[in-house]
């Protein structure tokens, strides 16, 4: 009979358990990795000038929890100054700027650069500084992301703050950043690109990659930036889930699911443009419309500096490990090449010179992570930590108020209703095959012409699956997560944040999406 486990709190204050984030336990160095991402929330909160976000992760029972740590004495003057520097600069401007126009394109070419190094073929002693290489890539880039969260959320603040300002509803504002994210779609842009080099090269089917090389052209050069730009993406927060690189059959499911694709969707329905902007005062409007803008490059910032900052730098890291891990079997020091998984980042390096934990050490930490993910987490830890009660400076209150304006409307449940789901997108219901799994290429190799798939949680890698399904329902999500903003941009029928999703619907099941309704039925 098995023992619950005493779950205790990972430090003082409250941890909150993230299912839509940390769906399972993760792996020695996917933990690791998890709080040098961390780390990139103090520094944008302290560029801003807000309250310093001291947000962590730590492990209780091999699940990581999120948690704020004591910020210390607070710089008032030093906040007060940032804040007010913020706002009179509009700084989100330049940071939305500057990610697009310079520091994209550099994080891109390192990530190429990193992508097309043939690891297999190196060294072993190369293959140590390989690793080395991407862990420290990541290290500098992945903190990136979250340091650049406050200047989206106050670029999307600042329109919604003053349509509030000028008497405008805001919930219709959020259908007029749809198309704004083009890094949702790109990856079904570039499928459509292959299946069309496929077309005009004489081919009506996809077999395998072989087919794809051989028709050279356009079908190879989309293969090739597919290749290289997104199937090394990690599809969650740890190292242990295989790739689309991992998986071609993957990959040629989702080929052949581009074409057989006739015509494009419908994007999600909502306001006009022109049925909001006759809302605006005449006196505003040219604001209006140059507040949109900023906030469709922040609305469409997130997908995409999550999959260049994070998804494919910590894809890396998992090709760099597996590839010693590989090495480290063939030499008998490990027992499978997914326990290097289960090693620091100081104890890899040990690893690679004839050190490091023994195996049996390594193959335990596996067996427990494995063992943990029959349990069941609660979701909240430990005891609220004492009020400070300082009163924030002027300018920083400004400016959590204006972000709060977005942040209330985006993040709340567009209905109270018991049993529906938190967000929808889509008017028309569809009728499929429930394609219920936690693994994204699994489902891209199952969805077929009718699946819809059913999961736990997304990120924005999933854009690769998306594409392939003909409606998405997920367990853990809301108005602005990831699983919405694909389904939206895609224009795909979708039911977010679905409670106890995957305890009546189930693989195989026929089911009813009813995006209007907000629910999944099985009807079969």
């Known amino acids: 009979m098995s023992v619950e486990p005493t779950w205790e709190p990972p430090g003082p204050g409250q941890w909150y358990a993230s299912p839509e984030h940390l769906p399972e336990p993760l792996s020695t160095l996917g933990g690791e990795l998890l709080e040098i991402l961390a780390t990139g929330w ?19 029972n091999r699940w990581w929890f999120y948690g704020r740590r004591d910020p210390g004495p607070l710089d008032l003057d030093a906040m007060e100054a940032a804040a007010a520097d913020a706002l ?35 060294p072993h002693a190369d293959v140590v500084d390989h690793v080395e290489r991407v862990v420290a890539h990541y290290r500098v880039r992945a903190p990136e992301h979250f340091a650049q969260m406050p200047g989206a959320g106050a670029a999307l603040g600042a329109l919604f703050s003053a349509a509030g300002e000028w008497g405008l509803s805001r919930r219709p504002l959020l259908p007029l950043l749809v198309g704004g994210s083009p ?10 690109r292959i299946a069309a080099g496929l077309r005009a090269a004489g081919r009506t089917t996809c077999e395998d990659l072989a087919d794809v090389e051989a028709a050279g052209g356009e079908a190879r050069a989309a293969l090739d930036e597919l290749r290289t ?29 581009a074409m057989a694709r006739r015509g494009g969707r419908r994007l999600a329905e909502g306001a006009s443009l022109d049925d909001v902007q006759a809302l ?8 209006f419309d140059d507040l949109l803008a900023y906030a469709r490059l922040a609305y469409g910032a997130n997908d995409d500096n999550t999959t260049v900052l994070v998804a494919l730098p910590l894809g890396l890291v998992r090709r760099g490990v597996l590839e010693l891990g590989r090495r480290l079997v063939a030499q008998g020091r490990i027992r499978q090449p997914d326990d290097a998984f289960e090693a620091s980042t100081a104890e890899l390096s040990e690893l690679g010179t004839g050190g490091g934990p023994p195996a049996d050490v390594l193959a335990a930490r596996a067996a427990a992570r494995r063992a943990a993910a029959s349990l069941t987490p609660p979701a909240v830890l430990g005891e609220p930590a004492p009020s400070t009660g300082v009163d924030l400076p002027p300018s920083t209150q400004r400016l959590v108020a204006m972000m709060s304006a977005y942040d209330v409307v985006a993040y709340r449940a567009e209905t109270d209703e018991a049993g529906r789901a938190e967000a929808t997108v889509g008017e028309v219901p569809v009728r499929g095959r429930a394609v219920v799994t936690d693994d994204p290429t699994d489902a891209l190799e199952r969805l077929g012409d ?50 106890d999703l995957l305890q009546h619907v189930h693989d195989g099941d026929q089911v009813l999406l009813d995006p209007q309704a907000g629910t999944i039925t099985v009807i079969a």
């Open 42 to 60: 103090r520094t944008g909160t302290d560029r801003y000038g807000l309250p310093p976000n001291t947000g962590t992760f730590a492990e209780s």
């Open 88 to 122: 009179a600069r509009r700084r989100w401007r330049a940071d939305l700027d500057h990610w697009y126009r310079t520091l994209r394109p550099e994080v891109v070419a390192e990530n190429r650069a990193l992508v097309r190094t043939d690891v297999p073929s190196l």
């Open 450 to 499: 009718d699946g819809i798939l059913v999961t736990r949680t997304t990120t924005a890698s999933y854009n690769t699956v998306f594409p392939g399904a003909r409606g998405v329902a997920v367990q853990h999500g809301s108005t602005m997560s990831h699983a919405a903003v694909l389904a939206r941009e895609l224009g795909l029928p979708a039911v977010i944040g679905v409670p």
């Open 183 to 192: 890094a949702s779609t790109s990856a079904e842009a570039i499928f459509d």
């Open 229 to 257: 730009d997104y199937a090394w993406r990690s599809y969650l927060s740890d190292v242990v889930q295989p790739t689309l690189a991992e998986r071609p059959e993957a990959m040629v499911a989702g080929i052949r699911a």
């Open 280 to 287: 605006v005062p005449a006196s505003h409007r040219a604001e």
